[in-house]
């Protein structure tokens, strides 16, 4: 097995690449060899050769592979475990890190906010940041439950294609996935909340006050900011574009109503049919094939969750339990649950960028100089790119 060649100019970082179905791919510290897990259907290690550093994410989607996020390893701590990995959620496209640059862009806001002592900026921009942080962390952990199942499946040497299964991995993968909707739901109304406030230099909130006649209305939720831009004849291209993907066509209020389904009716995996895991195989060059695996979303979450609330067709799971048991065995899902937990980390991480156009300051950093008298700190905007 070829081990490499080490590269003494690259930076002193591992990397662990999640990749969707639960595989993984690694590339050691300073070494041009990037390896992938599990094995091949075939028992052989797959492995590619990069160039530069840079380009480990190009040659894993040029194997069709879609990366979920990076784990970077930089410190001995991390390696001991004293210290977290570093973990960015990945997007392909020009901006690969749009949380990354998100949390780093509403860090320098909440900075900017407290100097200019204004409290509900502040407060609003440090809430997201956080939050910002947290789905990029429920990403990770849902791509390392996929891992701990394809690894489970892997161990069992009893992978058949398009076989499904439930052991004991995959309700965790599940929770996981509600986790996701929980926290990207709560990062959403934040946004809708900060917008509400400040979008147009705090004219959005004056109109929208004035249309519900209402002087006193504060706005904390999608739904409510939603209501008010629908009552708005004339919106800046930022809102109206925000209203669309909060109608019935767009990716917020499909988020929603999963999030909704979950929250109010039932787990994901049972709010139909019981939905099982799925093992799958993804090709690679020369005819290579590797395992992962596949959880299943169930389409229409509106239907399930309005035909749910009548509460009068609760009988059919057992009445029509041989149809529907049929019905879950050749389902694919509309999504992949990581595969679309994902899209939408990408989607809401895209519009939190959007949504800091719309803040009050410019943001700002903090800088520590280290002299003889001690460390100084100071404050200054962040220059125009």
């Known amino acids: 097995m070829d081990q490499g060649s ?36 075939a028992g052989k290690v ?54 990354w640059d998100a949390a780093v862009l509403w860090g320098g806001l909440t ?64 929770q996981e996935f509600h986790s996701f909707l929980f926290d990207v739901g709560i990062m959403r109304d934040y946004l809708c909340e900060y917008i509400f ?7 959005l909130k004056k109109a929208i006050r004035q249309s519900l006649n209402n002087p006193r209305l504060e706005i904390t939720t999608a739904s409510g900011l939603f209501k008010g831009l629908k009552k708005i004849a ?25 999030r909704d389904l979950v929250m109010h009716s039932a787990p994901i995996n049972l709010a139909n049919s019981q939905l099982y895991a799925i093992q799958e195989f993804i090709e690679l060059p020369e005819g290579q094939e590797i395992m992962s695996v596949r959880f299943p979303l169930p389409a229409n979450p509106s239907e399930l969750y309005s035909e749910r609330s009548k509460r009068t067709s609760f009988d059919k799971y057992i009445n029509q339990f041989k149809e529907l048991s049929k019905l879950s065995l050749e389902s694919r899902g509309k999504y992949d649950c990581l595969e679309y937990a994902h899209k939408i980390f990408g989607l ?8 800091a156009k719309e803040a009050p300051y410019k943001p700002m950093e903090q800088t520590y100089t280290l002299t003889r008298a001690g460390t100084i700190s100071s404050v200054s905007y962040v220059e125009d790119e």
């Not at 406030?197 to 004219?203: C, P, R």
């Open 6 to 41: 080490i590269k003494e100019d690259w930076p002193t970082c591992s990397r662990v690449v999640h990749i969707a179905g639960g595989i993984l791919a690694t590339n050691e510290i300073q070494t041009d060899m990037v390896r992938l897990w599990p094995l091949t259907t």
């Open 111 to 174: 900075l900017s906010a407290f100097h200019n002592k204004d409290g509900l900026a502040y407060d609003l921009s440090n809430r997201i940041k956080f939050q910002l942080g947290t789905i990029n962390d429920r990403v990770k952990n849902l791509s390392l439950t996929y891992h701990q199942q394809l690894q489970a499946r892997n161990l069992g040497k009893n992978f058949k294609k398009d076989q499904r299964f439930q052991d004991g991995y995959t309700d965790l993968v599940y």
């Open 234 to 258: 004339s919106l800046t291209e930022f809102e109206s574009n925000l209203k669309n993907i909060m109608g019935k066509e767009g990716w917020l209020y499909e988020l929603g109503q999963y």
């Open 348 to 355: 809401i991480s895209n519009l939190s960028l959007e949504v």
């Open 197 to 203: 406030n400040f979008a147009s230099g705090g004219g």
């Open 46 to 99: 797959c492995q590619i050769k990069i160039n530069t550093f840079g380009a480990l994410y190009g040659s894993l989607d040029k194997l069709n592979l879609n990366i979920i996020g990076v784990e970077f390893i930089t410190h001995q701590m991390e390696l001991t475990g004293q210290a977290p990995t570093q973990f960015r959620g990945f997007i392909k496209q020009k901006s690969i890190w749009p949380n």
